[in-house]
Each structure stands twice: as structure tokens, then as C-alpha cells.
């Protein structure tokens, strides 16, 4: 096969191929998520919200998260506190973390494990901290971290997103600056 006959096969066939992807794409994009065939738009459909399948969460926005670690920031900046602030939502992702001028550079995964931690078990570190008495190898479960920093936020009493705070001398303060950031949510 010469070189005009090889480029002219294979524009075809990516041709096909392309419109053969149109079909299958417009076909399972039709109103509603189902495709529109016979058998399968005769039959019940399988995304029908009838509430035994499905569950409503609530999620922090962006906008909320970035508020939240902002007023976190400026209540450390206040009292002359150098500090990283992370927020992560229900699922330890993070949302955004802000590494204040002259944050440790230990601080920005330590903020993000003390907020892991805190919506993991809907509570804040410090108290956290207290069941690792009785129950050592908590600690031992990965991206957590076990001392004074974060603050979960709640919607509705359950966990949505998480607050953590690192850098300051001690955990009692990075938990202050993270229960700033929750606070700042409720206004």
C-alpha cells in the first residue's frame, strides 16, 4: 500500500470509528440519563430517586472553605502566630490549605492530617487525644494525627468538612485559630 492509500484508510476508519463514539455518547445522553432503546426505555428506570438507593450530603463549598481558613489565618495572625490552615471535606479531600508568612514547613501536612482526623471522628483533636489511652494504636491509622489542632465543621450534627490548624507552640492554640475558622461559617 502506498502512502496516499495508508492516510486515506486510516482517516476513514477514524472517521467510523469517530461516528460509531457519537452514537454510543448521544444514545446513553439522552434527557432523563437513559439511553433511548426499546428494551431499556420500557423498563423502570435505574436512576428513579425513590429513596432507598440514594442519600442526600451537604458539602462545603469552596468559597466557604477559603472564609473558614482565612478567619482561622487572621485569628493566629492576631496573636502573632506563624501557622498553616487546611480544609478538607467529608472524605479528607482537601479543599484548600493557606500556609501563613513564616509557617514551619512541617505545618502543611501536619494541618491536613489534624483536619482529617477531626472529621473522621466528628470531634476535635484535643479530645481525641484522650482516647489514644485506651485505644493506642488509633494513632497508628493512616493520615491522622492525634494532637490538639483540629475542628470539625458540622451540618446538622454530622461531619462535613474538617478544620486543622498547625504551627503554633501549642495545640491548645492551633484548635483556637480552627474553631475561629468554624465559627466564621456560622455568621
Same mark, same amino acid.
Given at each position: 500500500?502506498?502512502?496516499?492509500?495508508?492516510?486515506?484508510? +486510516?482517516?476513514a476508519l477514524a472517521v467510523v470509528l469517530g461516528a460509531g463514539t457519537f452514537g454510543a455518547? =448521544? &444514545? *446513553?445522553? @439522552?434527557p432523563g440519563g437513559q439511553a433511548e432503546s426499546g428494551a431499556q426505555a420500557e423498563s #423502570?428506570?435505574?436512576?428513579?430517586?425513590?429513596?432507598?438507593?440514594?442519600?442526600?450530603?451537604?458539602?462545603?463549598?469552596?468559597? $466557604? &472553605? $477559603?472564609?473558614? #481558613?482565612?478567619? @482561622?489565618?487572621? @485569628?493566629?495572625?492576631?496573636?502573632?502566630?506563624? !501557622?498553616?490552615?487546611?480544609? !478538607?471535606? /467529608?472524605?479528607?479531600?482537601?479543599?484548600?490549605?493557606?500556609?501563613?508568612?513564616?509557617?514551619?514547613? %512541617? =505545618?502543611?501536612? *501536619?494541618? %491536613? /492530617?489534624? $483536619?482529617?482526623?477531626?472529621? =473522621?471522628?466528628? &470531634?476535635?483533636? =484535643?479530645?481525641?487525644?484522650?482516647?489514644? &489511652? %485506651?485505644?493506642?494504636?488509633?494513632?497508628?491509622?493512616?493520615?491522622?494525627?492525634?494532637?490538639?489542632?483540629?475542628?470539625?465543621?458540622?451540618?446538622?450534627? @454530622?461531619?462535613? #468538612?474538617?478544620?486543622? !490548624?498547625a504551627g503554633a507552640p501549642s495545640g491548645d492554640l492551633d484548635e483556637k485559630f480552627a474553631? #475561629? +475558622? !468554624?465559627?466564621?461559617?456560622?455568621?
Open positions: 500500500m502506498n502512502t496516499r492509500t495508508r492516510v486515506l484508510t +486510516g482517516t455518547v =448521544s &444514545a *446513553s445522553a @439522552a #423502570a428506570p435505574a436512576n428513579q430517586a425513590d429513596g432507598k438507593n440514594f442519600t442526600n450530603t451537604t458539602h462545603l463549598t469552596v468559597d $466557604a &472553605a $477559603a472564609r473558614a #481558613a482565612q478567619a @482561622a489565618l487572621e @485569628a493566629a495572625e492576631k496573636e502573632g502566630q506563624k !501557622v498553616t490552615v487546611a480544609v !478538607v471535606d /467529608r472524605n479528607g479531600n482537601t479543599i484548600v490549605t493557606l500556609r501563613g508568612d513564616g509557617a514551619g514547613p %512541617q =505545618s502543611y501536612e *501536619s494541618a %491536613q /492530617r489534624k $483536619a482529617f482526623t477531626a472529621v =473522621s471522628w466528628n &470531634a476535635p483533636t =484535643s479530645v481525641l487525644v484522650g482516647r489514644l &489511652a %485506651q485505644t493506642p494504636n488509633l494513632k497508628d491509622i493512616p493520615g491522622t494525627l492525634f494532637l490538639g489542632g483540629g475542628a470539625p465543621v458540622q451540618a446538622k450534627g @454530622a461531619p462535613v #468538612a474538617g478544620i486543622g !490548624v474553631k #475561629a +475558622g !468554624v465559627e466564621a461559617l456560622a455568621e
